[in-house]
């Protein structure tokens, strides 16, 4: 590839592409990249000063550890550990969701696939459509209805709608019409196999990619999702960390001047909070950049 | 590479019905199971709500048939217009940038042919993704703030001494497409990416025969077979858009009510509901706002021709 590509440089036309066009572009990336990557080293760093130093300090020097225990001592201490409650609550939702989301989209996208039945064809269109609709579309009328039931404030009026989950249908419905030839079904049921025994015994055992690419991207989105526990939990202690930010931030003197008190947040106690909120995320998105890609072009690489 | 694409790549298995739909008893009843949870779902979650908000759309505070009464009291709020005109303002500048910085950085890292450097310029530009929502509007505060921003420097330069200068009303739409923007536009780009990569190599090559700059090839034959994913990210960005909630309610939080609480459609529909308790004017404005992602969406599943439908 080399002495291809170097023989191919030779022949590039000079112009907007030749050596000053390149530098421009250059520039141009690098301008963008301190862009992304500025606030994302900023906010590690905050994390390790003092509310003073914050101020003081050369913006892109790390500050110290004891401060940065301080720092957490002061957000674990905060309303009597309401943070670890939060985080709590954060993983109860999304684990929660991502399991019944899991439960019940590997089946349907299956069966969506690979079975035949009378409403596939419109369950199909509809999981399209209300796939491409924003979730908190219907965060309001979701809660209306709730409202109706009773059930504001459970944690259920969180992880219920949030396992209503048509992507995660959707991507398992690609992957088994693409990737499991139904030869290999026909086969089974040749040997004998009930429709059941299909399933759990040729289909599932095949499914674990989808199973991880439906759980990074139903994860990801619930742990992330604020509008619906902002609207459907009224007590703090129900909330996730997502929403649990939003009293920390009313309790910070520097953006809320009427809140300085006992209870009151530093800057870096809150910016230690920001990373921890969205710490699970990050690692997962780390090590899933490919989901991403896989999930969003699923079935957009048709001509 | 990754099983969806290769899923995606393999030979497409013939849309025809499956064989043997004729021993269909045992065979349907099974589907039926299968989707159960699923349809369940839909109909708890998806239908229902829907169904239940043009219910209250159209009824009064007592249950009565109340017409387009609703819709015409919300619309002819004073707070509504202004509503309007702030998401649509935010809406052109994010889209114009989304779909402009996207393509041309998708493009310039695909011709990076170091591995390392384009490797890292994909997770530079994504990584900030995982903070969505409540954290990365939290971030932003930091950095607008001129007191403790990383880049106050670049702020007072602005003209910016503080915070409530940074965020009066004029800045915000700009504010939030740029909130927006670093949060959304790194996973496009790794999309664009690859979407880049599925165009044949021989193209490339040939085009390159025939004497094509790197900028003319990104325009004539990147760009064209790009449209169809820079739709997909427009449309879905336009409905995500339209949505807009956390970005202004934290910002009204953090500034003493600077920002007004009912700056968006949907923050404007939340106060109806738990200030005014008017759930029939909270469901009209939902609902106004549901029939626009509806349309978004039906147009593209319809038309796009992006997703197969089997």
């Known amino acids: ?303 | 590479m990754t099983v969806m694409d290769e899923a995606a790549r393999s030979a497409v298995i013939p849309r025809g019905r499956p064989a043997g739909r004729g021993d269909g008893g045992e065979r349907s009843a099974m589907s039926y199971a299968f989707i159960a949870l699923y349809a369940v779902l839909t109909i708890a979650f998806g239908i229902l709500p829907a169904l239940y908000a043009v219910y209250l759309a159209f009824t009064d505070g007592d249950g009565r048939f109340a017409g387009i009464a609703n819709f015409t009291k919300v619309m002819g709020d004073f707070r509504f217009l202004p509503a309007v005109a702030h998401v649509a303002l935010y809406l052109v500048m994010w889209l114009v940038a989304l779909v402009v910085l996207v393509s041309f950085l998708a493009i310039v890292v695909h011709t990076v042919r170091v591995r390392w450097l384009s490797k890292t310029l994909r997770l530079v530009f994504y990584l900030p993704g995982a903070l969505a929502g409540a954290s990365s509007v939290l971030l932003w505060l930091f950095v607008l703030d001129p007191t403790a921003s990383p880049v106050s420097g670049l702020l007072h330069l602005m003209g910016f001494s503080s915070f409530v200068q940074v965020i009066v009303p004029a800045n915000l739409p700009p504010v939030f497409a740029v909130i927006a923007f670093w949060t959304g536009a790194g996973g496009w780009i790794v999309i664009m990416y690859g979407a880049l990569n599925n165009i044949s190599r021989d193209v490339i090559e040939a085009a390159r025969i025939d004497g094509a700059s790197t900028v003319q090839i990104a325009w004539r034959i990147q760009l064209p077979l790009l449209r169809k994913w820079i739709s997909y990210m427009g449309i879905m960005s336009l409905a995500a858009g339209t949505q807009l909630f956390v970005e202004p309610q934290l910002l009204s939080q953090a500034s003493n009510a600077v920002v007004p609480n009912d700056y968006s459609l949907n923050q404007l529909a939340y106060q109806y509901a738990f200030q005014q308790n008017d759930f029939n004017g909270a469901a009209a404005i939902s609902l106004l706002l549901l029939v626009v992602a509806l349309a978004l969406s039906a147009v593209f599943v319809t038309r796009g021709g992006l997703f197969e439908r089997g």
């Open chain 1, 1 to 303: 590839m080399t002495t291809v590509d170097a023989g191919r440089h030779a022949r590039r036309p000079s112009g907007v592409s030749g050596w000053s066009g390149r530098t421009i572009v250059a520039v141009v990336v690098a301008i963008f990249v301190l862009f992304f990557v500025i606030p994302m080293v900023w906010l590690l760093l905050a994390t390790t000063k003092s509310a003073h130093g914050l101020i003081v300090d050369h913006p892109f020097l790390p500050g110290s550890l004891g401060d940065l225990a301080a720092n957490w001592d002061q957000l674990f201490g905060f309303q009597d550990g309401a943070v670890t409650a939060w985080v709590g609550n954060s993983a109860l939702y999304a684990v929660g969701a991502l399991i019944i989301t899991i439960i019940a989209s590997i089946p349907a996208g299956y069966a969506m696939a690979l079975t035949e039945f009378r409403f596939r064809r419109s369950l199909l269109v509809l999981t399209l459509i209300v796939m491409l609709i924003p979730n908190t579309a219907l965060v309001l009328p979701i809660f209306l209805e709730l409202n109706v039931v009773g059930l504001i404030g459970s944690p259920l009026s969180v992880i219920l709608p949030m396992s209503f989950f048509p992507f995660g249908v959707y991507l398992t419905y690609i992957y088994f019409s693409t990737s499991v030839p139904r030869d290999l079904l026909a086969a089974a049921r040749l040997d004998g196999c009930t429709e059941l025994q299909v399933f759990t015994r040729v289909a599932l055992p095949l499914a674990a990619p989808v199973v991880a690419l439906v759980a990074f991207f139903s994860f990801v989105q619930s742990w992330n999702n604020f509008f619906l526990p902002f609207v459907m939990l009224p007590s703090s202690d129900g909330y996730p960390v997502q929403v649990g930010l939003t009293s920390l931030l009313a309790s910070t003197p520097a953006f809320n001047p009427s809140s300085a008190g006992a209870q009151s947040v530093q800057l870096p106690t809150l910016a230690l909070a920001t990373v921890i909120s969205v710490l699970p995320v990050l690692i997962v998105f780390l090590f899933a950049q490919r989901f991403l890609v896989a999930g969003m072009t699923a079935g957009g690489t048709k001509e």
